[in-house]
């Protein structure tokens, strides 16, 4: 537990077999040292407009550690397939537990199936998944797909879930593919009123259950992947989502939140919690001031956007027009706890940024059952 980080508890797991035994033997020793030393954030994967893949921006290259990890990975994605004489666009929709979720948006869709694929940059798997056909119940105009999802753990590493999400004038329904079954299953229609307004890509998925904002509205949805449930969920009165102002997303003890970028560059936190009488309400935790950001942006006009909230950690980007007339973007990185906020990249991209945290190993978590003795010392 003393040890700094995961690269370092890989490499002293890895030293004899009784150590690794150790590790992959204990559960409660894995939970507790990822709550004490959560996992590095190794890197960005942008999505750069007319590029048939996403760029891969390492960070912290001044650690030896992650420098070490970086290096026996595939960033790359040049395996991503491309037809010939097709415009190809891989771009990503989710990264979580090491794995990548990309949506191939081909510019022929009544010619060719699209599909997602679902790629492992450490062991350098790439899965490709056609998209299930029978999605759209027949030929409806106002069909779309809103969003993909990944539905994996880094206590099963060696299997992963996608969850399709779709929607025609009135209704969404979900489609959820297996890595085990190597099958999607398609669930029924759900009708709900207000689903113009639910817009592509701005779902997230936090403990099961992918929730979706009302694009003008004051409300999201939440769609337990489980049980196929999806009820309604009032927001705080002060929240209108407006473009990219607003995320769901998880604090760092895994508790359910929202982060709301109001129009004065501040960012309010709420997380979930009851009143006295056992109603579920929300709870506000912080409003932070974001002046920082308009020193680092040299008070240059643009819109704030919440791109991600993971493990208690906020992403934002501000993209802002030059005085030459060209777009920048600023990546940032915001802890709610200490608040400290910190820029990752800066660049000539259109905002598009999916952090890319280190997951556990498959050789540290023992699902096999193949080493059966519990450590000691986990407790």
Partial sequence: ??????????????????????????????????????????????????AATPSFVPLRRSDPEVTAALRRGHFFLTSLPAKAGTLTTWGVMDCRHGYILLWNKLDRPSVDKPSVAVVNPMTWAVDIIPLPGNVKAGKRRNFAFLGFHLLCSDEKPSSFGVVCVC??????????????????????????????????????MVDGSVYWPFHGEGRMIRIDTATMDITSVDLPSQVT???????AGETKDAQLCIVYASDDFAL???TRGVDSD?????????????????????????DLEVVQVRSGCVYLSTTCMTPVGTFRCWFF??????????LLVEGCFDGGACPYIMAWPPCLVGDDGSIGHEAEGSH
């Fill in 1 to 50: 537990l003393r040890l700094p980080n995961l690269p370092a508890l890989v490499r002293a797991a890895l030293t004899c077999r009784s150590w690794l035994g150790a590790v992959r033997s204990s559960r409660p020793f894995r939970r507790l040292f990822r709550a004490l030393h959560p996992p590095p954030l190794l890197g960005l994967f942008l999505n750069i407009d007319g």
């Fill in 167 to 204: 929607g025609d004038k009135l209704r969404v329904r979900l489609a959820v593919f297996s890595s085990e079954t190597w099958d999607w299953v398609v669930h029924p229609w759900v009708e709900i009123d207000g689903r113009k307004n639910l817009k592509f890509g701005s779902g997230t």
């Fill in 241 to 247: 989502v407006e473009g990219c102002n607003f995320m």
């Fill in 268 to 270: 309010h936190v709420w």
């Fill in 278 to 302: 056992g109603i579920e309400i929300w709870v506000p935790q912080k409003t932070i001031g974001l002046s920082e950001i308009d020193r680092i942006t040299m008070d240059l006009e643009g």
């Fill in 333 to 342: 990185s915001l802890s709610v706890e200490t608040m400290e906020l910190e």
